[in-house]
């Protein structure tokens, strides 16, 4: 990601015809059109990741600190390592549901996004789980010190990995509401988000790693939710 160390470059562009890339208003894509490598740096307000992009490559959108609001919609695929590392200005990430293809959300995919207060991962109104299993990896979410709410709402499909949302002092305890399906929590996954006070498993919950609670010195209560109930 040479790029990225410009910081006052405001215009990108590829020739026609490459092989390997391509260019559009100052993005540039795999020569597909279907992975942003590169995004343009005058980004602001409220994002959604285009129509046709199933891919944000690693660390394409470094720095991009005047996105405030960003939506991942259901066709995209893969979140890269570190894609909006640095992102500063995001308050809000939105996974949309009604997934019928798997999602990847890389290692420390938001890593120092400090402005970030809630993450929704949305479910869909078909009453069923989404075919597609989005999986939070290693430190996707870790250490964002203005995340309080993060919300499974009914039909999302989850798994969550090893510090998917670790060191986050202000997180409440997360909602995992009715149908939400939370297939494993990983190792370390809430480790050390010291204002949570409940550990909830919910019932389509099959594995919970090593110290995924670690470190959360106020829980007071372990919650496994029954069979037929989140």
Known sequence: QMLNTFA???T????????HYSSNNNTITNAGGTAILYAPTGLEGEYVIPMGISEVGEQA???RNNITKLTIPAYVDVI???AFQGCTGITEVVIEGGRNNDLLIGKYAFLGCASIDKVTFMGNSTGNVDRGITTVDNGAFTALQGLT???FETGCNVVLGDSAFG???KMENPVFQDGANIASIGNSTFANCTKMTIAYIPASTTSVGPFAYSGCTNIE???FAPNGQQ
């Open 149 to 151: 709410t993060v919300i």
């Open 167 to 169: 060191s986050n002092p």
């Open 8 to 10: 006052r470059l405001t």
């Open 12 to 19: 990108v562009e590829v020739e026609p015809g490459g092989l």
């Open 221 to 223: 209560e372990v919650v």
């Open 61 to 63: 959108f470094v720095g």
């Open 80 to 82: 890269g390592y570190g």
